[in-house]
């Protein structure tokens, strides 16, 4: 047989080396040792690492690379970001939301980041987020999976609109849907919008992924809410709470009820590690609080974590570039999880869990999946998050959409070596 790409030599997250990976009509073909066939492309892997393709299930393309427009958020909190955005919204062009969605969706390619889940504001009565982001999903649907969601930034019952907007939205082909119960006026209309938003997705037959509990109060227990209306409706694997910083401010006795509510209605958590060490804990003295929710014990439940970007050069975040390792990097290191195999579960956080409360079809390196990966120089996924490692390819459909040469630097030292090639520092244990 003949194939259209033939990946040699490769090592796998799982651990597995010394495989071949052959892809035909956007397919993987096989995943073995020594495949020996001709192939109208050969990549020879060296030993890197092959990954299946970063993931992030929680950013916000409408506002990205807005940074400075119409000013800068002085303050660094969460509430003046959302004050400034309301701002922006007023002078957004569809043209304007399209021409930086789509740059930046050059930059995640870059970094192979070929999924993203964005939510885009409705409580705009033009919807001019909306509209801009549902032509740049059909304009990089070859490349990136881009699912949306109807996202009522002003809160649901708080934004006169909100709501028929919101429905206009899905209307118009928008995936997802979204709230923000703790942005409400008061915590019963908070809970008042969990139950209609989830009722809305359950008539809909569509996922939810809602904005909960963004704040340093511990009395905010909107998670609680969406995991009750989650099991009510029979939404079970359908719902992801995004943020959840309220659970690192709470006592332990409380989430220890809460952690098997989560685990039991099978809601997906997302944490969004860069934007969460930001924002939260802003009203502290010292001790500061990290603010990212409880990463280790969410996972000791079970529960399906996975880790978004959330923003990039916007009016809540001046900083970011596409790379889920970074963001995989920060949350390792506020989640305290050095051990090995916690590091490595941070991998996952960025790659298979957002898939997988993502949806993802065919997602994976396994013979039928989508011959979707990247090649990274690093030995492994530990040293890829350590390295923020170089993508030397990445490749959508069995081809091979982006190259970046690989990471080397030349040194005039006596008696050292010529060059430095960060990868070849991996420790060898055992």
């Known amino acids: 047989m003949s194939f259209d790409l033939l990946v040699k ?92 969605a789509l740059k930046y969706c050059d930059l995640a390619v870059s970094q192979g980041l070929l999924a993203i889940r964005s939510h885009v504001d409705v409580c705009d009565d033009r919807l001019t987020g909306v509209k801009g982001l549902l032509e740049v999903r059909e304009k990089v649907k070859d490349y990136i999976d881009l699912q949306l969601v109807a996202f009522p930034q002003d809160g649901l019952y708080r934004s006169p609109n909100a709501e028929k907007n919101l429905l206009t939205a899905l209307d118009m082909g928008v995936d997802i849907v979204g709230g923000i119960p703790h942005f409400e006026r008061t915590m019963q209309d908070g809970a008042r919008s969990v139950a209609r938003l989830c009722e809305i997705a359950a008539e809909r037959g569509l996922m939810v992924d809602m904005h909960c509990d963004e704040t340093d109060d511990p009395m905010s227990r909107h998670i609680e809410s969406l995991a009750f209306e989650t099991q009510r409706l029979g939404l079970q694997g359908r719902v992801a709470g995004s943020h959840l910083t309220s659970m690192h401010s709470m006592d332990n006795y409380y989430v220890s009820k809460l952690l098997p509510l989560i685990a039991e209605a099978e809601i997906h958590a997302i944490a969004n590690p860069l934007i969460n060490i930001t924002l939260q804990g802003r009203h502290d003295s010292y001790p500061k609080r990290r603010g990212q929710t409880r990463v280790p014990e969410l996972r000791s439940y079970g529960v399906n974590v996975s880790f978004g970007h959330d923003c990039v050069m916007d009016p809540w975040y001046s900083m970011g570039s596409g790379d889920m390792l970074e963001v995989a990097s920060m949350g390792l290191h506020v989640a305290q999880m050095t051990s090995r195999e916690a590091i490595r579960y941070c991998f996952d956080c960025v790659t298979s869990h957002p898939a997988k409360a993502m949806g993802l079809e065919g997602y994976g390196l396994a013979k039928g999946c989508k011959a979707d990966f990247v090649l990274l120089q690093a030995e492994n996924p530990i040293e890829a998050i350590r390295l923020k490692a170089t993508r030397l390819a990445v490749v959508k459909g069995g081809q091979v959409i982006a190259e970046t040469p690989p990471r080397e630097t030349r040194l005039s030292l006596p008696g050292r070596p010529e060059t430095v090639d960060p990868a070849t520092y991996a420790p060898h244990e055992g």
């Open 9 to 100: 030599n490769a090592n796998l997250p799982d651990g597995r080396h010394g495989l071949d990976i052959a892809c035909k009509d956007g397919r993987i073909a096989a995943v073995e040792a020594g495949i020996a066939a001709e192939a109208a492309q050969v990549i020879d892997a060296g030993g890197k690492l092959v990954s299946p393709p970063f993931v992030d299930s929680h950013f916000h393309m409408d506002a990205t690379l807005s940074l400075g427009l119409p000013r800068m958020n002085r303050s660094g909190t969460l509430l003046e970001g959302i004050a400034l955005w309301g701002e922006l919204k007023e002078i957004l062009t569809v043209e304007a939301v399209v021409e930086r």
